[in-house]
């Protein structure tokens, strides 16, 4: 069984050998013709008038079409049609599509694209935060806003307060394969995509939609992405749509892919947040009510804003428990790119705002900010067998003071009844020798004027499942063929994070053979219907459930009719190591197929799975929005440089908790990747906008992803070990977007450094580029 | 990319009209997006007798198409121009340093985003269309040496290093071979930005050479940027010195990234020289390191930078402070 085992990707050897195909290498049918956008240049206006004659008449193109030329809809929004593919006179952003050219070549798309005449009635253009709330632009209408007990009293009841404001950007995802499809035209009109997309079932909607299609219709189908990180949840909908569209009036193959600064001027990024706080604490840093506003720019259109900064919301508390807590939240519309789908989406910036608070109370008090952050964790549940962390690692008990019976229960509502956070922290301080080092770093800090070192371990407490609760659903469809071999499709999306190798080995598992006999075949709406974005790091815990449903039926069916044959009991069919044993009978998995094939037995069969026990109430901020919550937490040192402001990883520590792990090799690939995804939203990564709404930062040159230079020199990742105690499939936990929090423990390891250059508190804002963290120094130095 | 014929010399006499390609690490790229769109390219790598290096006097001589990685670990460099090594793998990958050559870093282009952006102008690739950079974005531009009509900087490591290392480029031509300063080999913008060297048609760099180094001589190459690896410089400081009894005898300084070419201020070298190293006297110099203000407002920072950057430098190359204490690049766990 190859289930927990350590296996390769399914495709490592294409990603490196370059022989793993995605959309861009699909040979194309002869005739293929080339999209392009032409692009708005201003923020915000009306178009009053689009001279096109310059792009028709540019070599190669075959024909441009604008918001007029469209069949059907002309939306391409995931959430309230509020988002046109082709701008219908206003113009919300700098990058809009405002037309679509198909030339016979990409290159000649896009020189034709940048010919058009277009004049504009410019308006103001919104584009700051301070700019929105003024204007009271925004989504909803008004803040949501959460609550228990009374945050504002507890606070001024406090023996100490702290307030504050922490800043932090946006990311570009960076997927190294850019947006991309292509639309191949078929018999009456129907249609195929081929797309990079998280989300095929979305793709097919908004194509049958804009060429006035029933759903059956259009077939999409996905081998894989070269990355997503949720900017192809929503963001492929424009090139898939303009593709059909296009395909559907030339009856040719049309392509579309984003060249790099294309797709980062028009494509949604993660959304930007301000944070603002006030907390009221104890002598020991145990907070006793707390208030944070959010601020979050979602751009021009809804697009998946919503979810986010209610996610952003249910993570204000990460780790901790607040019995008076108020959280308002500020959904703005601004006149820049619509914000979306990023790993993590919104709970990575909630629990920034929440550890600043942590670290921010334990400069107030000079305490540890470890030892703060362990006094507000929540506590660790007992129950009837002895305490759920009993069976991980031998784990310090919590304190008495902690260690209590009282259910503990999250602002929105929800029962924290897995909580492993205390044994894990102390399992991670030992590992990693935190105490010890501490005292180290301060001593050579002592006698080190340019560089300062800082140190900081942060958690994470991950909430499971879509918010939307509907979501949590999935469909898979499995073959056995007469030859034994096994073909599996389900609607999850492979993006490199290793999903089909994990569905594989759930299904391997079942049939008792090797997964060489095992094919996940290409994500397609015509064999798995109806089916969610491959998001909220879903993935795995539904199609692995839902395959395992299929496979498990067809098991039944075989050893239904293979125990009949041979007067057995059908429960005494046992499928391993390759082979099938009814009493003393034994076969190949193969021979057995052969004969059920033979018996006229059906081998393919269809699983489904729902998300048991979960209910959301998202306007009163209340029910069980999540299955589980995974687990984690961070130990990172960093060095800076007080002349320049350079900074340095040079150690990071990781335990995570992976559940059961399906694949601990792929699993300590996600968390390796999204610690330093998450670590470069937090340092480097800066997207800046100039007064005119324009990106600045719109290709490699100016934005800067970490490179492999830039990992920690040493990186010691490793899993805490143990059961989901939700029935998960083969109890693990899902391991997408939790660690990307992680990173945060870079920024609190900065803020410690800079900590140590003078008495004032850094209050460092995100991205720490090195100006930011040159800046902070002076002013704690009071030499600003 | 535009259709181009392909030559490929095989002696001297055969290097016919056309782009010179050598290792291709950036013209390829340029000719990718059309920033460059040569009819022809000659391939020079089958030249005989450039790939060498090769003691001259005390010296050294350096083929013209000697690998970065070459360069970089050959252990005559490592000893006596460690400078020159480490100012090499502080630039780009591996897998550039090995196809990228000596001549041809001497003559990249900038890293300015608008000469990459064809639809914007820049009179370095379309000249008299105008510069973009100026009221545009330019946090990567320079601050010395710009003209009205481009403010774009040198990006190379290597060619700071060696021009604090006074190094000589030869070149073959055809009238013979000659040898010139690196510093003369790159003329200043003008209004004619697009013309970055002294090389004719028919002109070849064939080797650079390297003097001797000073003996006793500590060198050192600093490196500001945005990420440890894989990223242009901000500003860069390379530095020979030699110092008796706690003053600078000999000291011989560039910058990078901060002008069109690898940048020299005698100034600065000859406020140091005699003097016995102090932080007093390294802040004095510093002031004499930046315009003020800055021919971009975006690169106001870099005039703080350099200032920063060559204090630091200075202290570690005089031994006012233990390397192992002030270089971020060597800190460790």
């Known amino acids: 069984m190859s289930v927990h085992r350590p296996t390769p990707h399914d495709s490592a050897r294409l990603h490196v050998t370059g022989a793993a195909r995605y959309v861009d290498d699909i040979p194309t049918p002869a005739g293929c013709l080339h999209l392009a956008f032409g692009q708005s240049t201003i923020a915000h206006g009306t178009i009053t008038a689009m001279d096109l004659t310059a792009v028709r008449a540019s070599e190669g193109v075959i024909a441009v079409l604008t918001a007029n030329d469209l069949p059907h809809a002309n939306d391409v929004s995931p959430s309230i049609h509020d988002e046109p593919l082709l701008a219908t006179g206003t113009v919300h952003y700098v990058g809009q599509p405002l037309f679509a050219v198909v030339a016979t070549s990409h290159t000649a798309a896009r020189k034709a694209a940048r010919l058009a005449e277009v004049t504009y009635d410019t308006k103001p253009a919104i584009l700051t935060i301070e700019e929105a709330m003024a204007a009271n632009s925004r989504f909803e209408e008004g803040p949501r806003v959460y609550t228990r007990g009374d945050a504002s009293g507890a606070i001024d009841a406090s023996a100490h307060v702290i307030d504050g404001v922490i800043d932090m950007g946006g990311q570009e995802h960076f997927y190294l394969e850019g947006q991309a499809a292509l639309a191949l035209p078929q018999d009456d009109g129907d249609m195929v995509v081929h797309s990079s997309t998280q989300h095929p079932s979305e793709i097919q909607h908004k194509v049958a939609d804009a060429l006035g299609l029933p759903m059956h219709g259009v077939k999409v189908e996905v081998r894989r992405m070269g990355g997503g990180f949720g900017g192809k949840e929503s963001q492929g909908n424009a090139l898939a749509v303009a593709c059909a569209v296009a395909a559907s009036l030339t009856g040719k193959p049309c392509k579309m892919r984003y060249d790099r600064d294309d797709d980062m001027v028009i494509t949604g990024k993660r959304h930007d947040f301000r944070i603002s706080y006030r907390a009221g604490f104890d002598h020991a840093g145990r907070v006793q009510g707390i208030e944070f506003v959010h601020y979050t720019r979602c751009g021009w259109a809804q697009d998946l804003s919503l979810p986010v900064a209610d996610r952003a919301m249910l993570h204000a508390d990460n780790a901790y428990f607040f019995e008076n807590i108020r959280i308002e939240s500020h959904r703005l519309r601004t006149n820049t790119q619509s914000a979306t789908a990023f790993r993590g989406f919104g709970g990575p910036q909630g629990i920034v705002g929440v550890e600043r608070v942590m670290d921010q109370i334990a400069h107030h008090l000079g305490l540890d900010p470890l030892e703060v952050r362990k006094v507000n964790y929540y506590a660790e549940m007992e129950s009837a067998d002895g305490g759920l962390s009993a069976p991980r690692a031998a784990a310090p008990l919590p304190p008495e003071s902690i260690l209590t019976k009282k259910k503990q229960v999250t602002p929105y509502g929800q029962e924290v009844t897995d909580f492993v956070l205390h044994g894990l922290t102390a399992d991670l301080a030992a590992r990693c020798d935190y105490e010890a080092r501490r005292v180290a770093v301060a001593e050579w800090n002592a006698g080190s004027p340019v560089l300062k070192r800082g140190m900081a371990i942060t958690p994470v407490k991950f909430g499971i499942s879509f918010t939307l609760s509907h979501l949590n659903q999935a469909g898979a469809l499995v073959h056995v063929y007469q030859d034994g071999s096994v073909a599996l499709n389900h609607g999850g999306t492979e993006m490199g994070q290793g999903l089909y190798q994990k569905v594989a080995q759930v299904a391997s598992g079942v049939f008792g053979i090797g997964l060489e006999q095992v094919r996940l075949t290409a994500t397609d709406t015509s064999k798995v219907p109806n089916t969610s974005a491959t998001a909220a790091s879903s993935g795995s815990d539904l199609n692995g459930m839902a395959v395992l449903a299929a496979c498990e039926a067809l098991r039944a069916r075989m050893a239904d009719h293979l125990a009949a044959v041979r007067q057995g009991e059908p429960a005494d069919v046992v499928f391993e190591g390759g082979l099938v044993r009814v009493g003393a009978d034994e076969m190949t998995f193969c021979a057995a197929a052969k004969e059920c094939y033979e018996g006229r037995v059906s081998l393919s069969a269809t699983g489904f799975y729902k998300t048991p026990d979960i209910s959301w109430d998202r306007i009163k901020g209340n029910g069980r929005p999540f299955y589980y919550f995974a687990y984690g937490a961070a130990c990172s040192e960093v060095v800076i440089d007080t002349l320049t402001g350079e900074y340095k990883v040079l150690r990071t520590d990781i335990l995570h908790d992976a559940g059961r792990s399906l694949n601990p090799a792929l699993d300590i690939g996600q968390i390796e990747g999204g610690f330093v995804q998450g670590a470069g939203w937090l340092t480097t990564e800066e997207l800046v906008w100039d007064d005119k709404g324009r990106l600045r930062t719109h290709a490699p040159s100016t934005y800067k992803i970490p490179a492999a230079s830039d990992r920690p020199k040493v990186f010691n990742v490793a899993l805490f070990e143990g059961d989901n105690p939700e029935a998960t499939i083969h109890r693990s936990k899902a391991v997408g977007e939790p660690p990307f929090c992680l990173g945060i423990s870079v920024l609190m390891a900065l803020s410690d450094a800079v900590a140590a250059c003078g008495a004032a508190y850094p209050a460092l804002d995100a991205p720490a580029t090195p100006e930011r963290v040159l800046k902070a120094v002076m002013r704690v130095r009071g030499d600003a | ?333």
């Not at chain 2, 950057?309 to 202290?315: D, I, P």
């Open chain 2, 1 to 333: 990319m535009r259709p181009f014929d392909y030559h490929r010399a095989e002696t001297f006499d055969d290097v016919t009209s056309g782009q010179i390609i050598a290792g291709g690490t950036n013209l390829l790229d340029l000719m990718k997006i059309q920033v460059m769109t040569p009819e022809a390219l000659v391939d020079i790598t089958r030249l005989e007798g450039l790939s060498a290096i090769v003691p001259e006097g005390d010296g050294l001589r350096i083929g013209a198409l000697v690998t970065n990685s070459a360069l970089a670990y050959d252990p005559l460099v490592r000893a006596g121009w460690p400078l020159l090594s480490r100012a090499i793998l502080a630039g780009a990958s591996a897998q550039i340093r090995n196809k990228a050559t000596t001549g041809g870093n001497l003559l990249q282009r900038t890293r300015c985003p608008y000469f990459y952006d064809t639809s914007q102008p820049c009179n370095k690739r379309t000249p008299g269309a105008g510069c973009a950079a100026i009221g545009g974005g330019g946090r990567m531009l320079a601050l010395f040496g710009t003209s009205d009509h481009c403010l774009a900087a040198h990006p190379s490591d290597m060619a700071v290093a060696l021009t604090a290392l006074g190094a000589e480029v030869e070149i073959h031509g055809a009238n013979g071979t000659r040898r010139v300063p690196l510093q003369d080999l790159y003329v200043p913008p003008a209004d004619r930005p697009d013309r970055e060297t002294i090389l004719e048609t028919g002109d070849l760099i064939t080797a650079v050479i390297l003097p001797a180094p000073k003996s006793g001589s500590r060198q050192g190459y600093r490196k500001v940027r945005d990420r440890a690896s894989y990223a242009f410089a901000l500003v860069s400081v390379a530095g020979a010195v030699t110092m008796e009894g706690g003053t600078i005898t000999d000291v011989s300084l560039a910058f990078g990234s901060v002008a069109p070419k690898p940048w020299t201020i005698p100034e600065v070298e000859q406020m140091l020289l005699g003097q016995p190293a102090s932080d007093d006297l390294f802040r004095r110099a510093a002031d004499l390191l930046a315009p003020d203000p800055a021919p971009h407002p975006e690169t106001e920072y870099k005039r703080a930078l350099l200032r920063r950057t060559f204090v630091a430098t200075m202290r570690q190359l005089t031994g006012l402070a233990d390397t192992t204490g002030t270089d971020i690049a060597r800190a460790e766990a």
